[in-house]
């Protein structure tokens, strides 16, 4: 069995943490989807539990490393060597001119017409090995998930919960006897 954790907003941490060491425990696989790693510096993974930055797959793709050279990087590195010396200040203000006026605008550009390449790579990260259980974690997660599910075209659909606990697999170890009861129902 393999649970893929969708914790793009690093909201739920601690418990993330601990649902995922479950899920080595039950003896399944379990994979973490972030955002980015710094949220998750302080925390330790159990062994067996693979972490997938989002961010650092972005950079490996390689429109937003042509965008990033051609915008950021090229233009950095020669207001940087002009500037050395009394055009310090001079070079660090048009730097700073040339990235609020024309790069950022043009990254915004290209963002709207490339579209969100998170959904892309969370689509991807959930198709090796193919997720039975789909947790999204946190509400910055929610669209990536729907999107996911809404893209499947597999014939079996993951099972999708808020928490591992809920999912209905191993039901010794689940917080409520229904998969579907609703915290906070009171019918």
């Not at 590195?77 to 990235?99: C, D, F, M, N, W």
């Not at 099972?159 to 998969?179: I, K, N």
Request: hydrophobic residues 45%; contains cysteine; positive net charge.
């Amino acid at each position: 069995m393999h649970v893929l954790f969708l914790s793009v907003g690093a909201v739920r941490r601690r418990a993330v943490v601990a649902e995922s060491a479950q899920v080595v425990a039950d003896g399944g696989t379990a994979t973490v989807v972030v955002d980015r790693m710094a949220p998750w510096s302080r925390e330790t993974f159990a062994a067996g539990v693979r972490v997938v930055e989002l961010a650092a797959l972005q950079r490996r793709m390689p429109a937003q490393r042509i965008e990033q050279a051609v915008l950021f990087k090229a233009p950095r590195k020669i207001l940087r060597t002009v500037g050395r010396g009394p055009l310090r200040g001079v070079s660090k203000r048009a730097e700073r001119a040339y990235q609020t006026r024309f790069a950022d605008r043009a990254h915004r550009a290209f963002l709207r017409l490339r579209g969100d390449t998170r959904a892309k790579l969370i689509a991807r990260v959930g198709a090796q090995p193919r997720a039975d259980v789909l947790v999204v974690t946190d509400p910055v997660a929610m669209p990536y998930a729907a999107r996911l599910i809404g893209g499947s075209a597999a014939p079996a659909i993951p099972r999708v919960c808020f928490s591992y606990d809920y999912a209905g697999l191993t039901p010794e170890g689940q917080y409520r006897p229904d998969p579907d009861f609703v915290q906070g129902d009171n019918q």
